[in-house]
Antibody, heavy 118, light 107 residues
Framework: EEQLVESGGGLVQPGGSLRLSCAAS????????MYWVRQAPGKGLVWVSC????????TYADSVKGRFTISRDNAKNTVYLQMNSLRAEDTAVYYC???????????WGQGTTVTVSS | EIVLTQSPGTLSLSPGERATLSCRAS???????LTWYQQKPGQAPRLLIY???SRATGVPDRFSGTGSGTDFTLTVSRLEPEDSAVYYC????????FGPGTRLEIK
């Protein structure tokens, strides 16, 4: 079964840092782009970042550029999201997703919750 | 930057009826990159439609997608109570973008 499992969420103070992880299983991880998508409480889905198969290309939403860093370890089948200088508006459920060959996000994790509050 | 808008914001229908959900883009783009997702409360999104009109694995044929250019439509026929969810359209390209969603309520 193709599966993504996120971890690393929690409560952090404004200005703090957090690293999210997403462990993949059931498919050849290195064949796929990987994405992070977030959803603030009661709001819609927002793309955050994505990373190419070998990690050489990364893209970020303007709202997180310069603060968040996406990376991956294909040996560990894991994608990461390092989040620095966190703000209250970064509070959200963060989903990890696979960029499928059909130009879609075809596998999703269950999400991990990040709360930025003092 | 291409912006997606969805209408209506909320749709309330009865079981057995047909739902028509609209997604409009501020600029034209390839149908290859238009997808639809379903999200139920407390759950992760689920891929429904890719390439504007192809159903993902396991998606009932009651769900269908059409459209091109700037106007896309998701139709849900013979509504069932389990179809209650928020539906998002999405442009899967560089700097991906989601629409704001349409909430479908089954009375």
């Amino acid at each position: 079964e193709e599966q993504l499992v996120e971890s690393g969420g929690g409560l952090v103070q404004p200005g703090g840092s957090l690293r999210l992880s997403c462990a993949a299983s059931g498919f050849t991880f290195s064949d796929y782009w990987m994405y992070w998508v977030r959803q603030a409480p009661g709001k819609g889905l927002v793309w955050v970042s994505c990373i190419f198969q070998d990690g050489t290309t990364t893209t970020y939403a303007d709202s997180v550029k310069g603060r968040f860093t996406i990376s991956r370890d294909n040996a560990k089948n894991t994608v990461y999201l390092q989040m620095n200088s966190l703000r209250a508006e970064d509070t959200a459920v963060y989903y990890c997703s696979r960029g499928g060959f059909t130009h879609s996000l075809d596998v999703w994790g269950q999400g991990t919750t990040v709360t930025v509050s003092s | 930057e291409i912006v997606l808008t969805q209408s209506p914001g909320t749709l309330s229908l009865s079981p057995g009826e047909r739902a028509t959900l609209s997604c409009r883009a501020s600029q034209s783009f390839s149908t290859t990159h238009l997808t639809w997702y379903q999200q139920k409360p407390g759950q992760a999104p689920r891929l429904l439609i890719y390439g504007a009109s192809s159903r993902a694995t396991g998606v009932p044929d009651r769900f269908s997608g059409t459209g091109s250019g700037t106007d896309f439509t998701l139709t849900v026929s013979r509504l069932e109570p389990e179809d209650s969810a928020v539906y998002y359209c999405h442009r899967h390209e560089a700097s991906p973008a989601f629409g704001p969603g349409t909430r479908l309520e089954i009375k």
